[in-house]
């Protein structure tokens, strides 16, 4: 099966050293000038089976490209991308969620309280139907999602969307209860024009293989 990505984009990024009270830049993974290809994988805890299996073929495929994997370490979806991906950030609320722990790949919001983190929240609060009323733990996870879309330093944004919910959301238009927590991240990447594929719809994954085929890069993806 014959993919492809999109020309990459090179996005200027301000690094700084690890802080326990902000959001850690990876320099294995970003530097200055760097030219970055990274995607969003997520998605409902409860995906279907045999669309996990999917998501960790196609995590495989992209990350032999050079694709960096943004996630959230939460079950199913996430985990599924996960486990395709050696390129990748994972981006958790708070320390030990989910059996997480900072290191080199794990980004922790636990005690972020720099500018950076603000502008997460606020986007957070922006894209959720009940932002200005979340408890501080919800609102961690909230802009978590934001990470996922925009990068460590909100200045790296994905050059895609990859996800599955119950719903098929695609766009803010679109979003339901059902979408989920999902919900924030594809709210904020729908404005931003940014492309969203979700594998709950039939035509998603045809529509996914066409928007990488029209760069130079080339990705053969056997699907199980």
Not at 67 to 91: H, M, N, R
Not at 101 to 120: F, H, K, M, R, W
Not at 168 to 177: A, K
Not at 210 to 224: C, G, N, S
């Amino acid at each position: 099966m014959f993919w492809s990505s999109k020309p990459v984009i090179r996005v200027r990024i301000p690094l700084s050293a690890p802080n326990s009270n902000g959001v850690t830049m990876y320099h294995h993974l970003f530097s200055k000038d760097k030219a970055i290809k990274a995607y969003a994988g997520i998605g409902a805890r409860k995906t279907p089976s045999d669309i996990l299996i999917m998501m960790t073929d196609i995590a495989k495929a992209l990350d032999s490209r050079g694709y960096v994997l943004f996630s959230g370490g939460a079950d199913g979806a996430d985990k599924a991308f996960e486990s395709g991906a050696t390129q990748k950030i994972i981006f958790i609320p708070w320390n030990g969620f989910n059996g997480y722990s900072p290191t080199p790949d794990i980004v922790s919001l636990s005690g972020a309280q720099n500018q950076i983190y603000e502008e997460a929240v606020r986007l957070a609060k922006d894209n959720h139907p009940y932002g200005q009323n979340l408890k501080s733990s919800v609102l961690r996870l909230m802009a978590r999602n934001v990470f996922q879309v925009l990068g460590p330093s909100l200045k790296s944004p994905i050059k895609f969307l990859i996800c599955w919910t119950p719903d098929g959301c695609e766009s803010h238009i679109t979003r339901t209860l059902a979408t989920g927590s999902t919900g924030c991240a594809i709210s904020l990447a729908s404005k931003l024009n940014i492309p969203i594929f979700n594998l709950a719809n039939e035509k998603s994954f045809s529509r996914l293989k066409r928007f990488l085929e029209t760069a130079k890069t080339h990705i053969y993806l056997q699907l199980r």
